[in-house]
């Protein structure tokens, strides 16, 4: 349990300044411009590859604390009982890794 509270907003910032674009399955690595102290500088289409478990660990408290907040726009979330399978423990965190699609042929030194 957390000794001090964050924002949320914080915690949102935090997660878009620490993984961002790096998880949108890009088709070219990037020199990213954004003023963020925290910013890799340059977003490879395979940083999934070598940050998922990080942000993992970021994530997944978030998610973990989706219910102690209210929710607006639950009424439009597709996968609800999927969802609620996770918080209750009965499915584990799906790692934010699932999402990856790696580019056939493509590798990084
Ligand atoms: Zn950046």
Same mark, same amino acid.
């Given at each position: 349990m957390r000794s001090t509270m964050i924002h949320p907003a914080t915690e949102l910032r935090h997660v878009n300044e620490t993984i961002g674009y790096g998880?949108?399955?890009?088709q070219e690595d990037f020199v990213c411009a954004c003023p963020? +102290?925290?910013?890799? @500088?340059i977003i490879r289409t395979d940083d999934m590859e070598r940050h998922a478990a990080a942000w993992d660990a970021v994530v997944e408290p978030i998610f973990r604390s989706? @219910?102690?907040? +209210? @929710? +607006?726009l639950w009424l439009f979330l597709r996968e609800q009982e999927v969802v609620e399978q996770a918080l209750a423990n009965r499915t584990p965190y799906r790692s934010i890794h699932l999402n990856y699609r790696p580019r056939a042929g493509v590798t990084h030194p």
């Open positions: 998880t949108l399955n890009l963020s +102290p925290k910013c890799r @500088q989706v @219910q102690a907040s +209210p @929710q +607006p």
